[in-house]
């Protein structure tokens, strides 16, 4: 499968050594059931990764549901590059009455992920072939209410900021004007700075940083959050073949980014910060876990006067 | 010819000219006329109200604002009221948001306040009844349009729980909200997936009658109901298409206007509520609903019979009764008690003047036997 939209690396050699290789990256996507998820995944891998039929039986409608994490692993190939992708999928979350259940079991699902590399680490002998399941990302789909962050998506993504690279996305932008899309990415921003929310927001150091990644990442940082619009359908505009939402009054392309974020966020995500977000998931995200889990065990050390060993 | 029916004369008794009396009579006095909008914020149901009724009836919150209630976690009723004219026509409209409704993390129980605000109004409405000033504030919800997110699924369980709550209790009227999130395709097969997820159930939404003697009525009415639940947009902005300014929202890539019927259900939906069925929505908010509401407050106060005058009556006379009985018979025992007092009273007299009779006997006898023994004496002397 045969994935467009070049990017390159800045250094050759990465490249090299990720070639032969192949790439990790996991991408985890929370979002009440309807929000565009699986046809954002579809759109994103180019390919119907994700099928689900069950959650349209109006029997079921109203049954208590849990949430499913299900993660689907495809091959991809950016530009000569191989990707194995992981997509976390989370159907069941945010349709409930009372959904606050869900993010425990998110939650559990990402330090689990954690706990094995943990594990792993302290192995005297390491298994070479273990895989590193830690999730890279995690897309929160926001309502386009138009009124700001709702009082889950502040307490979810306060929840789960401090353990994962959360990136907040507007789901079905296409419900919004211009004017409302500006008016409402503003006040999602308001919300995450008034609630001191840690989302990734593209960091880069003013110091170190040469200028085209400080202008990159200044760039990316004022279209959060990132609007997309999704489809599997594809037609024929203007002799080229063009993926897009067919309505009465008008044709909407998921890939033309005057209609949406949706192409500079697959770029992001795929290309460009990849490592970047690798990188952090390790050396921030994994470490402050770690620390906090072994001191927490390293307390109880000093009372109890016992060895744990790990393994 | 053939002789007509008892009473009919050949004079136009202007029985044919009652509905334009009514409809004389209401447009003088105007009518009072409650729509209760419900769903999670951001659905669009302040712009609907606004566009529906072409007045600012709401004013959108103020976004510095929000930071003071987005963690309130609590469900509030707002209730505004305005007065509205058209063509000589008066309405007096109330409508009724619920903020907060379906916007937290939890929301068990978020249709509590809401219930609770629609069975007041019935409860207030019945209270007056048997008072002798009747004309309150009317605020009993005629119509309620329950708000269901585009998501091109199906029903969610919050929708489910507060349709079911809310269907027996008013005249429910599920709409669609920001229908120009789904193309026409999937607007299709959500509208059947809805439809069949609201009988699935047991969801009783409001069904006005289709049939009517104006063939142009009954396929009207046909169509509005084929409809349901209504696909709506809204906007308070006009937008210029074609040389011509129309209710719409404009995007990169076209326009979505309001009223056009290609677009979405909007003007159905209003001719339903303003145009056609006003008056059967607020009718059969007292005929049905109200009603209901009594027979079951009522019932489950014990009482078996639906008029309360007479019910209270008759408890009240058979409590008379019941005491009238009890009097008697304490009556009939005082008596009693009397009159073994006077027997045994009358006894002893007669038991006394047996013996004292008895006594005097005696005294007869013993008399009568000196007597005769005073005889004989002097009869012996005398020989």
Not at chain 2, 281 to 308: C, F, M, Q, W
Request: aromatic share 6%; glycine share 6%; net charge negative.
């Amino acid at each position: 499968m045969v994935a467009s939209s070049g990017a390159s690396f800045k250094s050759g050699g990465v490249r090299r050594k990720a070639a032969k290789k192949g790439l990790i990256f996991t991408i985890m996507i929370v979002g009440s059931s309807g929000s565009g998820k699986s046809t954002f995944v579809n759109t994103l891998c180019e390919s119907p990764v994700i099928l689900r039929k069950d959650h349209l039986d109006a029997e079921k409608a109203a049954v208590l549901k849990t949430v499913n994490i299900t993660p689907t692993t495809i091959e991809m190939d950016e530009d000569g590059l191989k990707l194995s992708l992981t997509v976390v999928d989370t159907p069941g979350f945010g349709d409930n009455i009372n959904n606050e259940p869900a993010f425990a079991d998110i939650l559990e699902y990402i330090e689990h992920q954690y706990e094995e590399i943990l594990s792993q680490e302290s192995r005297i002998k390491r298994n070479p072939r273990f895989q590193d399941n830690r999730v890279h990302i995690l897309l929160y789909f926001v309502q386009p209410t138009g009124h700001g962050l709702r009082e889950m998506d502040i307490e979810f993504m306060r929840t789960l900021g401090p353990r994962v690279n959360v990136i907040p996305v507007i789901s079905k932008a296409d419900s919004m004007t211009p004017q409302e899309l500006n008016a409402f990415k503003k006040k999602v921003m308001e919300d995450i700075s008034h609630y001191k929310i840690p989302i990734y927001d593209f960091p880069y150091d003013e110091d170190e940083d040469d200028e085209e990644t400080i202008e990159e990442n200044t760039e990316l940082r004022g279209l959060l959050p990132f609007s997309v619009i999704g489809s599997e359908d594809e037609i024929i505009l203007n002799g080229r073949r063009v993926r897009c939402r067919q309505y009465p009054w008008g044709i909407v392309e998921v890939d033309n980014s005057k209609h949406c974020d949706f192409s500079k966020l697959r770029y992001m995500l795929l290309s460009s910060h990849l490592h970047d977000v690798k990188d952090i998931t390790h050396d921030v995200l994994y470490e402050s876990w770690r620390t906090e889990k072994l001191s927490k065990e390293g307390h109880h050390d000093d009372d109890e006067e016992e060895v744990i060993i790990d393994g | 010819m053939a002789p007509g029916p008892v009473g009919a004369t050949n004079v136009s008794v202007g029985i044919a000219n009652l509905p334009n009396q009514r409809h004389k009579i209401v447009s003088r006095k105007g009518t009072n006329f409650t729509v209760m909008v419900v769903g999670e914020s951001g659905l669009g149901k302040t712009t609907f109200i606004n566009t529906l009724f072409t007045t600012l009836m709401r004013e959108y919150k103020r976004p510095e604002h929000r930071f003071n209630k987005q963690m309130d976690r609590t469900v509030a009723i707002d209730v505004v009221r305005a007065d509205i004219e058209e063509k000589g026509f008066n309405v007096r409209l109330t409508v009724i948001d619920t903020p907060g409704f379906g916007d937290y993390a939890n929301n068990q129980d978020c249709w509590v306040p809401v219930i609770k605000f629609i069975d007041d109004q019935h409860q207030l409405v019945m209270n007056h009844e048997t008072l002798p000033n009747r004309k309150i504030d009317d605020l009993r919800v005629h119509v309620c349009l329950y708000f269901i997110q585009p998501t091109g699924h199906t029903l969610k369980p919050l929708d489910i729980e507060v349709m079911k709550q809310l269907s027996s209790r008013v005249n429910l009227i599920p709409v669609i909200a920001k229908a120009d999130t789904i193309t026409p395709a999937e607007m299709l097969a959500f509208k059947e997936r809805i439809r069949d997820c609201i009988s699935t159930h047991d969801i009783q939404v409001y069904s006005p009658a289709v049939h009517s003697d104006d063939e142009e009525t009954t396929r009207r009415n046909t169509s509005t109901l084929a409809a349901m639940p209504f696909s709506i947009i809204s906007s308070e902005n006009d937008v210029v298409v074609n040389g011509q300014n129309v209710r719409g929202r404009q995007y990169i890539w076209g326009v979505a206007e309001v009223e056009n019927e290609n677009h979405c259900d909007f003007k159905k939906l209003r001719n339903l509520l303003i145009r056609t069925h006003m008056h059967d929505l607020i009718s059969t908010t007292h005929d049905s609903h109200y009603e209901a509401y009594r027979v079951s407050k009522l019932t489950a106060e014990g009482r078996t019979d639906n008029d309360p005058a007479i019910s209270a009556r008759r408890n009240f006379e058979a409590k008379m009764k019941e005491e009238e009985g009890a009097l008697r018979k304490r009556f009939a025992e005082q008596v009693k008690v009397e009159e073994n007092r006077f027997r045994q009273w009358e006894q002893k007299l007669i038991s006394e003047r047996d013996r004292l009779n008895e006594d005097l006997d005696k005294q007869h006898t013993l008399v009568k036997q000196l007597e005769e023994e005073l005889e004989e004496i002097i009869a012996a002397r005398k020989r």
